[in-house]
């Protein structure tokens, strides 16, 4: 399993960032995915997964604010943020079904800062 997470960054609060992770060595249409993140001094926190269906899931704080899509061409998951806070502030991994917690299954991670 390779996940390659990109999109990260440096935005204002209120401000809008897509992330992006590119995968591979797996069947990724057939693949639930995942998007968690851990914020400084934390531990890694679910955001959002999506089904091989195209089902989408969020954690209650993240709903209306974040939104998860795939492209299976592609063999890329999105994350797609907007009105993000500075509570937002992250490393944001992508993972494999929901196995976030196994870095085998997921990816090293996107810094994603939300500052004035």
């Known amino acids: 399993v390779q996940l390659v997470e990109s999109g990260g960054g440096l935005v204002q609060p209120g401000g809008s960032l897509r992330l992006s992770c590119a995968a591979s060595?797996?069947?990724?249409?057939?693949?639930?995915m995942s998007w968690a993140r851990q914020a400084p001094g934390k531990g890694l926190e679910w955001v959002s997964g999506?089904?091989?269906?195209?089902?989408?899931y969020y954690a209650d704080s993240m709903k209306g604010r974040f939104t998860i899509s795939r492209d299976n061409a592609k063999n890329t998951v999105y994350l797609q943020m907007i009105s993000l806070k500075p509570e937002d502030t992250a490393i944001y991994y992508c993972a494999k079904d929901r196995r976030y917690r196994d870095p085998e299954y997921r990816g090293q991670g996107t810094q994603v800062t939300v500052s004035s």
């Open positions: 999506i089904l091989s269906d195209g089902s989408t």
């Open positions: 060595g797996f069947s990724f249409s057939s693949s639930a």
